[in-house]
């Protein structure tokens, strides 16, 4: 969405922090490495994908 009004990216996403989080910082590596258990498991992606309901006031 930032992209269509803006035109560009100007700040990293969610995943993309994360990434940097896990991957390339050295508590993110340890707390991978070390207490993996503790985090919570990812799922598989969805087939299909999501379908919008259409909206209707009470």
């Known amino acids: 969405m930032e992209k269509e009004v803006y035109g560009s990216n100007f700040f990293p996403g ?3 922090l994360q990434g940097d989080v ?23 992606p969805r087939q299909g994908g999501f379908k919008l ?6």
Do not use: C, D
Not at 22 to 30: I, M, R, V
């Open 22 to 44: 896990f991957e390339n910082s050295l508590s993110g590596s340890f707390v991978k490495k070390q207490l993996e258990f503790m985090l919570i498991k990812p799922t598989a």
């Open 14 to 16: 969610l995943n993309a």
């Open 53 to 58: 309901k259409e909206f209707t006031p009470s």
